[in-house]
């Protein structure tokens, strides 16, 4: 009952010098709101690089056949035929931390159309187990299989895009479509992935929901590819968990270079490394953030500091008579710290709703993730009542320590 009294006290003494109390409260309220957006921001940049690494397979390793002029390209094959299904069984084989691989064939696309509409789309040839590498996931019918692959079949799936740009009323499963001279019957289609962001570091995502998948067996021998070209386009192979990814793509670039005659004519892709470089880069982005965070919060605690000197000078007759009827150096120092302790709690609650409305206007002119964090909001909120408390002891100190007689004698 006697801490109710002392707040409902110190709120009533707050609230007779608004213009004051707000002045002192912003410092509280920007450095608690840039905590809390500057950690939104971080979460949701860190679960949005998971999505994009997830679509790419952290424990994948991708090689991507390089592209060249004619000319170069001609020398080139001379030493190397370039990518090939050989070079991932060979590897699957020869490195025991690689545990499953598929293969993708890009095929030279002229036209793609249905009976109610064309597509600009591209046509890729993939095996049966491409889908699950690369953790795309179902949205209607089923998924190319091995039987699909043994037959040659004429089956195709189609990306979200493919799909409303060929059959605009949605019945795509069942129906024909034409890759260039064949038709193709529809027996999936892909769900479209949520991302923001079209790249991550530097590597292109979600151009599957623009593509047309058809075996990878059909590909090979149902459509002509340039003399020059290579088996496929690219490779994607799973390794072990336990396995260093750094260390295994120096394996697997050491055994393809062996095999390529040391011809530089593929690039390998490391999704690990794409994400540790992602969450380095964000780690020196909170840095800063917290820093300017941090002096937010300290400047506020300083105003505390300064407002609360200015109060014991203002109110040293109001502390001379309460010690001259019974208050304790106690009793004056709990007054005065619950009055900085009560500023910074206010500041707080309106700095989250602040650090809120910052996250999302953040998230809506620049397209950055956010996502929520209790942990920021608890985190912020703390920092801010220890400031607030830690700056209202020196003048709640000053406040105790004033000489009764002096303070009733002062004008």
């Known amino acids: ?67 060249f002029d004619e000319k170069e390209l001609k020398e080139q094959r001379k030493h190397s035929a370039g990518l090939s299904l050989r070079d991932a069984q060979v590897a699957h084989d020869s ?18 159309f249905s009976q109610y509409n064309n597509s600009d789309a591209n046509a890729v040839g993939v095996s049966a187990n491409y889908f699950q590498l690369s953790h795309f996931q179902l949205f209607a019918g089923r998924m190319l299989n ?12 189609l990306g979200a895009n493919t799909a409303k740009q060929l059959f605009p009323l949605g019945d795509a499963l069942g129906q024909q479509i034409k890759i260039n001279h064949l038709w193709f019957k529809v027996v999936g289609i892909l769900q479209a992935p949520y991302l923001k962001k079209k790249e991550f570091q530097g590597v292109k995502l979600g151009n599957e929901q623009n593509q047309v998948f058809i075996p990878l067996s059909t590909a090979l021998h149902r459509f002509e590819s340039g003399l020059l070209d290579s088996e496929v386009s690219s490779l994607k192979l799973a390794i072990d968990k336990s396995v260093d990814p750094i260390v295994a793509a120096q394996a697997l670039e050491h055994l393809l270079q062996n095999r390529h005659s040391d011809i530089d004519d593929f690039e390998l892709v490391i999704p690990a490394a794409l994400l540790a470089q992602q969450k380095q880069t964000q780690q020196i982005f909170n840095i800063v953030m ?43 120092r709990i007054q005065f710290i619950a009055e ?51 700056f209202g002891v020196y003048p709640a100190i000053k406040a105790s320590q004033l000489d009764p007689i002096e303070a009733l004698q002062s004008d």
């Open 340 to 390: 900085s302790f009560t500023i910074s709690i206010l500041g707080g609650l309106l700095g989250v709703v602040f650090g809120i409305g910052l996250s999302e206007i953040i998230s809506m002119y620049s397209q950055w993730a956010v996502s929520w964090s209790m942990t920021a909001i608890v985190l912020s909120f703390s920092i801010c009542a220890l400031v607030g408390l830690i």
């Open 95 to 112: 490195l025991p931390f690689v545990t499953d691989f598929t293969a993708q064939k890009t095929i030279e696309t002229y036209h793609i």
């Open 146 to 157: 091995k039987n699909d692959q043994q037959r040659f079949a004429q089956v195709a799936m």
């Open 1 to 67: 009952m006697k801490y109710l009294t002392l707040f409902i006290d110190t709120a009533l003494e707050l609230a007779q010098h608004k213009l004051r109390t707000l002045l002192t409260l912003l410092g509280m309220i920007f450095g608690v709101g840039a905590v809390i957006a500057m950690l939104n921001i971080g979460e949701g940049a860190e679960r949005e690089a998971m999505k994009m690494i997830d679509s790419m397979g952290l424990y994948n390793l991708i090689v991507n056949g390089k592209e």
């Open 290 to 332: 917290s820093c300017v965070a941090g002096i937010s919060l300290l400047v506020g605690g300083i105003g505390i500091m300064n407002i609360m000197l200015a109060t014991v000078l203002e109110r040293t007759k109001e502390i001379g008579l309460l010690r001259a009827i019974g208050a304790t150096q106690k009793d004056i």
